[in-house]
Each structure stands twice: as structure tokens, then as C-alpha cells.
């Protein structure tokens, strides 16, 4: 067990719980900075590891927190959410290369109406922060930075083992490796956005569990915690490819229906372009993923699976 982390389950979880509570928190004063995108981003994802940590240690909060607490994270990430997707749509778009001189008119017409449609996201994200929803959210922000701020850690010899770290952790890394695999073989078998998008979020509570802790077993830790973040990186961009395709054939139907045929014409090639190019970005995609599939099912995998949640090796 490293030093930089104790054997009580209670201490180390609610450190987990301030530490994303007060890492949602400095990122408020920042979300309307025009010239940095990543605020929202990084408030968003410190908002998920929290819930995370909600989920999975709520008996150590207090009782008035434990049913409030969720819902009002939950309903500022999606406030959230809207406008984090379309700064990520826009990224996409930018990173597909430069257009030709035929094809720019319709990749500046689909950045422009990103940009439109992020401005109105922002705007409502401003308004929901003057609610006073968000000011309970807020409120709630600040106990859970506070949680057991004063308290340390009991000493190992006078835990009992339903507060030990090293015995429930490997207990609830068990259970989320189980869901995980549970949802890696129904996509397995029925591959498709939804299934795909229900394994990411059982590999992402296993990945951000690891991280939380990674420190009480680096080395087995780590290339389980970059196992899952190459995977939770390659699903992403696919499930932003699988948003990002529809989305531009939806303006291009109102530019068809509402605009005039000139127009049109000009911005078809862009359009046709950014969909060539989102293709090709799916197929190198995809050949990543198989590669990712096939560490997450390999024997070195497994064996460090095993380790991590205490299972015995076959024959023991």
C-alpha cells in the first residue's frame, strides 16, 4: 500500500469526493471565457467523477446529501453538456484538414452554424447558473468540498474489514469489471451507437474508480487505468463521428428546403467533403478500436483484472 494513501475506505473516499467537488468549483468563474473552451470542459468532467464518487460511496455522506446530491449534479452536467458537445463538434470539424477552394464555402457555412448554435447554448447555460436550482447545486458544491475536511484516518489495526481499503475496493472494482464485461460482449454481439455508448459508461466508471485510488498499486493500476482510456478516447471520437454525420445532413436539408438553389450549390461540395472526410476518420477509427479489443481481451489483460479485484487464478 503506498504512503500517500491509507488503509480507510471512509477517508479515501470522501478525499475523493472534496477533491471533485472543489475541482467543479474553480473552473465557475471561468466558464464564459470566450477564449477557452476548456473551463466548461474541465467542470464537466470533475462533475462526472463526482457523480461517480456519489454513486459508489454515498453511505459516507450525510443523510440530507444523499438523495439531493445526484440529481442536482446531474442537471448542471447537462446544462453543461450542450455546450461542451458543440465545442467538441467544432474541434472535430477543425481537425479533418484544410477544404480546397471548392469546398470552403460549405465547411465555413457548417463552423458558422456551430458557432451560432454554441453561442445559444452558452447563453442558456447563463441563465440556468441564475436559477435558483444552481444555487442549491452550488450550495451542495461547497458541503461536499468541506466532507470530512478535519477528520484522519483511522489506524489499520482498528478498522473493521467493511471499512478497509484493501479489502472493498477490490470488492467494487469486481463488480464494475463484471458490468463492464457484461456490456462488452452485448456489444459484442449487436454492435451499434447505443450499445457502444452503454460499454463506454461501464468502462468509464471502472477507469475513474482506478484513478481515484491508482496510487495504492501503481503498477498494476496504470495500464488498467490507460487500458480504459484508450478506449474511452476511440469510442468517444466515434460516437462525435456518429453525431456529428447526421447533424450535417439535417443542415443541409434546411439549406435545401429554405434556401436559394445558388447558395445551395455553393455549399454542397464543402458538405459532401466534410462527409468524405468523417467517413475515412470512422474507418481509421474503427482499426484502432480492433486493436484496443484485442489488449482488452488478451491474457495480459485479464491477469491484471484478476489482480486488481483479488480474484483467484484458475486452478487456485
Not at 6 to 21: G, T, V
Not at 214 to 225: A, D, L, R
Amino acid at each position: 500500500m503506498d504512503s500517500q494513501l491509507s488503509l480507510d475506505f471512509r477517508f479515501e473516499s470522501r478525499a475523493a469526493i472534496r477533491r471533485f467537488a472543489a475541482a467543479a468549483l474553480e473552473y465557475e468563474a471561468r466558464l464564459f471565457d470566450a477564449a477557452d473552451i476548456e473551463p466548461v470542459h474541465e467542470m464537466r468532467v470533475s462533475l462526472n467523477k463526482l457523480r461517480v464518487c456519489l454513486r459508489f460511496f454515498s453511505e459516507f455522506l450525510p443523510k440530507r446529501l444523499r438523495k439531493s446530491a445526484e440529481p442536482s449534479l446531474a442537471w448542471f452536467k447537462d446544462c453543461l453538456g450542450s455546450t461542451r458537445d458543440l465545442d467538441v463538434a467544432a474541434e472535430l470539424l477543425r481537425s479533418l484538414g484544410s477544404p480546397g477552394e471548392a469546398e470552403a464555402p460549405g465547411v465555413r457555412f457548417a463552423m458558422e452554424s456551430l458557432e451560432d448554435e454554441r453561442r445559444r447554448a452558452a447563453e442558456a447555460l447563463r441563465k440556468a447558473m441564475d436559477l435558483q436550482e444552481y444555487a442549491q447545486t452550488k450550495s451542495m458544491l461547497l458541503d461536499l468540498a468541506a466532507l470530512g475536511e478535519k477528520r484522519k484516518p483511522k489506524p489499520a489495526e482498528k478498522l473493521k474489514p467493511s471499512n478497509r481499503l484493501d479489502v472493498q475496493l477490490p470488492a467494487l472494482l469486481a463488480r464494475l469489471m463484471a458490468r463492464f464485461r457484461k456490456r462488452r460482449k452485448t456489444f459484442e454481439r449487436a454492435y451499434c451507437p447505443q450499445t457502444m455508448h452503454s460499454m463506454r459508461i461501464s468502462g468509464k466508471r471502472v477507469r475513474y474508480v482506478v484513478s481515484f485510488f491508482q496510487t495504492s498499486n501503481p503498477g498494476v493500476f496504470k495500464p488498467v487505468e490507460e487500458a480504459f482510456d484508450a478506449l474511452h478516447d476511440c469510442t468517444g471520437s466515434l460516437h462525435d463521428i456518429d453525431v456529428m454525420r447526421p447533424w450535417l445532413e439535417r443542415l443541409m436539408l434546411r439549406q435545401l428546403l429554405n434556401g436559394d438553389s445558388e447558395t445551395t450549390g455553393r455549399l454542397e461540395p464543402g458538405m459532401e467533403w466534410l462527409q468524405a472526410r468523417l467517413r475515412d476518420r470512422r474507418a481509421e477509427l474503427l482499426r484502432e478500436l480492433r486493436s484496443i479489443w484485442a489488449n482488452l481481451r488478451s491474457e495480459e489483460f485479464d491477469a491484471l483484472r484478476r489482480e486488481i479485484c483479488r480474484i483467484p487464478e484458475r486452478g487456485e
